[in-house]
């Protein structure tokens, strides 16, 4: 908390410096903005060369993030990877109480500085605290005009944490009620779509199929047909994203997104982009070792059409239902003999079907080229 002698210590300057850095870490609600306005806001507070804000992840003992004022962007590239809160900075960590050093270099719980790193000297660091508990550090090194920090200087950084405490605080709620907004939002497009587009798609395919069954040219009724099955591949379609709508994805990892990426990759090689399909709940469904199967066959898949099948168009199907995955590869190559010995690669997507319980294939396509299937249960 700050120090109650505060105002006794600091003069007239100080405490307006201090009034303008409290006004400007409360003046955002976007959390990233929060973080980089407080340390700036130290930053100037304190006179400081350099400043940091370190966040703390949730085990409380390691930096998740680590926010920087006074180094460029190159310097911070040459240095490398950010720092993970040992040394100095972990003394903070350890024992979250205020510290201030004339020379941060003769800390007996000092590490050298890694390559390309600015040489500092004195360091003030205090931590910052929500509802009573650490959410991170300030670190604040080489005060300007080579002077030491000061008790005033300390007094004031003390003072800004715990306005930062409340400003990250208030930012953090503020993206809760946007999240919660956003949720209702995706539960509502998901609704009306199921209830209204899919319901008036059905309605037109059904008509549609009445009237072709009237006596009409046959050409008339091939291009009903064709608009009927038109309209069941659009219904597939919604669905497919009615369930990304509702998915409640783990943090981290989607299959669709690693799927999509993997074939906009394999674009380099092939010339071309493959059309991708999804079909049913398939982040919700497939669990983390039957998508990494999926992926692998998927990749192995794309990089034989690539390599022999000298083919212009490529369809991935990804098919999730109440009890199994299917992937689909479809390309209008050269075609495969399915009778001819297989080679690694297909050995391989048959082990992995194999292994968890499911089937592989390939077959001709219709009318030219080649078709995979490999398909598992998911539970």
């Not at 006074?70 to 350890?94: E, K, M, N």
């Not at 670190?139 to 930062?164: I, K, N, P, T």
């Amino acid at each position: 908390m700050p120090n109650p002698t505060f105002g006794l210590h600091a003069g007239p300057a100080a405490l307006r410096r201090l009034l303008d850095a409290v006004l400007s870490v409360g003046s955002e609600l976007d959390l990233p903005t929060v973080l980089q306005r407080i340390v700036e806001a130290a930053t100037d507070l304190v006179h400081a060369r350099y400043g940091a804000l370190g966040v703390l992840d949730e085990s409380g003992r390691h930096l998740a993030e680590f926010i920087t004022v006074g180094v460029d962007d190159d310097r911070r590239s040459a240095i490398g990877a950010l720092p993970q809160g040992h040394g100095i900075l972990g003394l903070l960590i350890t024992d979250p109480r205020p510290i201030r050093l004339p020379d941060l270099r003769e800390h007996p719980d000092s590490y050298g500085f890694p390559p390309n790193h600015p040489p500092m000297t004195s360091f003030l660091g205090v931590p910052i605290r929500i509802r009573g508990e650490v959410f991170g550090n300030l670190y604040l090194c080489d005060r300007q005009g080579d002077e030491v920090f000061s008790d005033v200087d300390e007094e004031m950084a003390v003072a800004l944490a715990a306005a930062a405490g409340i400003a990250v605080d208030q930012a953090r709620l503020h993206g809760r009620v946007g999240e919660m907004s956003m949720m209702a939002d995706r539960e509502r497009i998901a609704r009306d779509l199921h209830d209204r587009v899919i319901q008036r798609l059905f309605a037109t395919g059904l008509s549609l199929e009445g009237i072709s069954r009237a006596d009409l040219p046959p050409d008339i009724r091939e291009r009903l047909h064709r608009a009927v099955d038109d309209l069941d591949e659009t219904v597939r379609q919604v669905r497919s994203s009615i369930f990304e709508l509702e998915e409640r994805r783990i943090p981290g990892r989607s299959l669709r997104q690693e799927v999509l990426g993997l074939c906009s990759d394999a674009a380099r090689s092939l010339g071309f982009e493959p059309i991708v399909r999804f079909e049913g709940p398939v982040d919700a469904a497939v669990d983390g070792p039957v998508a990494d199967h999926l992926l692998a066959v998927l990749r192995e898949a794309l990089s034989n059409v690539a390599r022999h099948a000298r083919a212009t168009q490529v369809e991935v199907g990804v098919r999730a239902d109440g009890g199994g995955l299917e992937l689909v590869v479809v390309d209008d190559g050269a075609g495969v003999d399915p009778t001819a010995p297989r080679g690694d690669g297909l050995r391989n997507m048959e082990r992995r079907a194999q292994g968890a319980g499911g089937s592989f294939a390939i077959t001709a396509g219709e009318p030219a080229g080649t078709c995979v299937r490999w398909s598992v249960p998911t539970r």
